[in-house]
T-cell receptor
Framework: DAGVIQSPRHEVTEMGQEVTLRCKPI?????LFWYRQTMMRGLELLIY????????DSGMPEDRFSAKMPNASFSTLKIQPSEPRDSAVYFC?????????????FGPGTRLTVT | GQNIDQPTEMTATEGAIVQINCTYQ??????LFWYQQHAGEAPTFLSY????GLEEKGRFSSFLSRSKGYSYLLLKELQMKDSASYLC???????????FGKGTHLIIQP
């Protein structure tokens, strides 16, 4: 079975540009999570969806960040405009309710570098 | 708010046992998780505790004391491949997302 799929795996962009990160959760999973990982702050939850509906976006750092989940098999995280401090690894994870949603399965991550 | 503390780095010897501690202060509690993360890779789920006590899974065990806000991950018969970061995470009340500690970088020496 395919795991969580993220694209691109690496992204290098210039400050001010728009960045779109993509995620395909595991088929049948109904919860999707976006995390960001940096050395300074560790792994932080940005937003999560349940049945395609955003439930908690309190971790989204600012209005420059937005996330959508138009259907059960696709989600995007957009940064516009990007800034150097947004450089991090962005992980998408999915899980399945009610069997054991605590087992979140992580994608390989997108390493974003903003210059 | 949420606060999770764990040691930054630990070193252990191949074949030995190591215990990685985690303390937490959270608003609400729905479970504590341990994840393993090798360098450059995604975190992978190791264990989950919601009740006090010890959960054993092969070479790995995890313990929880809710009254003390304390957990530990015990790794036995250490192998070189166990060199990784170990992340303690808590699911707080009323939320499905996880709050992670900054991780403990475990170095295994021959």
């Amino acid at each position: 079975d395919a795991g969580v799929i993220q694209s691109p795996r690496h992204e290098v962009t210039e400050m001010g540009q728009e960045v779109t990160l993509r995620c395909k959760p595991i088929s049948g999973h109904n919860s999707l999570f976006w995390y960001r990982q940096t050395m300074m702050r560790g792994l932080e939850l940005l937003i999560y969806f349940n049945n395609n509906v955003p439930i908690d976006d309190s971790g989204m750092p600012e209005d420059r960040f937005s996330a959508k989940m138009p259907n059960a098999s696709f989600s995007t995280l957009k940064i516009q405009p990007s800034e150097p401090r947004d450089s991090a690894v962005y992980f998408c994870a999915s899980s399945s309710l009610p069997r054991g949603w605590h087992e979140q399965y992580f994608g390989p991550g997108t390493r974003l570098t903003v210059t | 708010g949420q606060n999770i503390d764990q040691p930054t780095e630990m070193t252990a010897t191949e074949g030995a046992i190591v215990q990685i501690n985690c303390t937490y202060q959270t608003s609400g509690f729905n479970g504590l998780f341990w994840y393993q993360q090798h360098a450059g890779e995604a975190p992978t789920f190791l264990s989950y505790n919601v009740l006090d006590g010890l959960e054993e899974k092969g070479r790995f065990s995890s313990f929880l004391s809710r009254s003390k806000g304390y957990s530990y991950l015990l790794l036995k018969e250490l192998q070189m491949k166990d060199s990784a970061s170990y992340l303690c995470a808590v699911q707080g009340g009323g939320a499905d997302g996880l709050t992670f500690g900054k991780g403990t970088h475990l170095i295994i020496q021959p």
